[in-house]
Structure formats: C-alpha cells, structure tokens
C-alpha cells in the first residue's frame, strides 16, 4: 500500500479518519491565524510607510511590525513541521495571494487609543 493510499480516507478505518479529519482542521486553523499575520503585516507596513505616523508612534510600528513578521515566519515553519513542507508552502502560497488590504483603509483617527500619541 502506498502512502497516498494510506491517507485516502474512504479507505481508512474510524479511528484513521478522525485523526485526518483533525489533522485537516489543525491545518487550516494554522493557515486561518497565518492570513491573519499577513494581514496584519501589510496593514502595518501600508500604515507605516504612509508618512502619518512620526516619531516614537512610527518606532513602535516598526517594532511590531518586525515582531509579526517574525511570528509570520515561525507560522510557516510550524506549519512545516506538524504537516510537511509542501503544505506550509502552499499555504504561505494562498496566504499572499489571497490576503489584501482595502485601499482605503486608514490609520485610525483615535490615535491615543490605538497608542500612537504623536501623531
């Protein structure tokens, strides 16, 4: 029997095709919260380079923008390591082709509440 085989669940037994089927869920739970980096990233990266933002507000963007690419990186390594390489890359694959940022999205106007005072 080949591996593909092995994993095809019509022919897999009970117990088999719920380990698959939490398997499958796990994964796009992992690619679910890996769109949700990647947004985050360009959102933050759209909104720093925007010239808005000054001083310590633009430092503190930076920071954490340098934080979630780091956490987007380790996502996709996770991914590779609980569900293969080929999966992680498809996901990072998805991920950047499907997730934008709507063009009119804007810093927000409250800025001591998102904690950029000097705006």
């Not at 037994?13 to 949700?36: I, K, N, T, W, Y």
């Not at 808005?52 to 990186?73: C, F, N, P, V």
């Not at 080929?86 to 991920?95: I, R």
Request: net charge negative; glycine share 6%.
């Amino acid at each position: 029997m080949t591996v593909a085989a092995a994993l095809d669940p019509a022919i897999a037994g009970p117990a088999s095709r719920f380990v698959l089927e939490h398997q499958q869920e796990s994964l796009g739970d992992a690619v679910e919260q890996l769109a949700g980096l990647r947004f985050s990233i360009v959102l933050s990266a759209k909104w720093e380079s925007s010239g808005i933002l000054t001083g310590h507000a633009r430092t503190e963007l930076r920071d954490e923008l340098r934080q979630l690419r780091w956490k987007y990186s380790h996502k996709i390594d996770e991914i590779a390591i609980n569900f293969g390489v080929k999966a992680a890359m498809v996901a990072q694959e998805g991920v950047e082709r499907e997730v934008v940022v709507p063009k009119n999205m804007a810093p927000p106007l409250h800025s001591e509440r998102m904690g950029f005072h000097d705006i």
